[in-house]
C-alpha cells in the first residue's frame, strides 16, 4: 500500500492521504469521519477484509471511489469485490502498472 500511496504522492498532484487504517472497524469509521473521494483497500486486512469494509460503506458513500489491491487476485474475489460496488480490482503482484495515474484523479 506504501508504493500506491507513493505513486498518488508524485502523479496526482491533487492527491492527498487524509487517512490509514489497520483493520476493517478502524476504516469504517474513518472513512465516516474524514468522508474521502477515493479509498484504497487491501482486500486482507486485520479484523476482516476490505470486502467488509466495501460493503459496509458503499450505500452512505456511492459516488466513493474504490480500489481493492490483493495478492489474491483469484477471480471470485474480483467478481465478489465489483459486484459489492468497487470501481476495480487490483492485482498487486501483476498489475499495480496498469492503472494511469488519470484513473485515480
Not at 474524514?34 to 486485520?46: N, S, V
Not at 476482516?48 to 466513493?64: C, Q
Not at 468497487?86 to 494511469?100: G, R, T, V, W, Y
Request: aromatic share 8%; with cysteine; proline share 8%.
Amino acid at each position: 500500500m506504501e508504493r500506491l500511496a507513493d505513486l498518488l504522492r508524485e502523479e496526482v498532484p491533487r492527491a492527498q492521504l487524509v487517512g490509514h487504517a489497520g483493520e476493517v472497524s478502524e476504516a469504517v469509521r474513518c472513512i465516516q469521519k474524514m468522508r474521502p473521494d477515493a479509498l484504497i483497500l487491501d482486500l486482507q486486512m486485520p479484523g476482516g477484509s476490505g470486502l467488509d469494509v466495501l460493503r459496509a460503506i458503499r450505500t452512505d458513500f456511492p459516488h466513493l471511489y474504490v480500489l481493492i489491491c490483493t495478492n489474491y487476485p483469484y477471480p471470485q474475489y474480483r467478481e465478489e469485490c465489483l459486484t459489492a460496488g468497487a470501481n476495480f480490482f487490483l492485482d498487486k503482484s501483476a498489475e499495480f502498472e496498469k492503472i494511469p495515474p488519470s484513473s485515480v484523479s
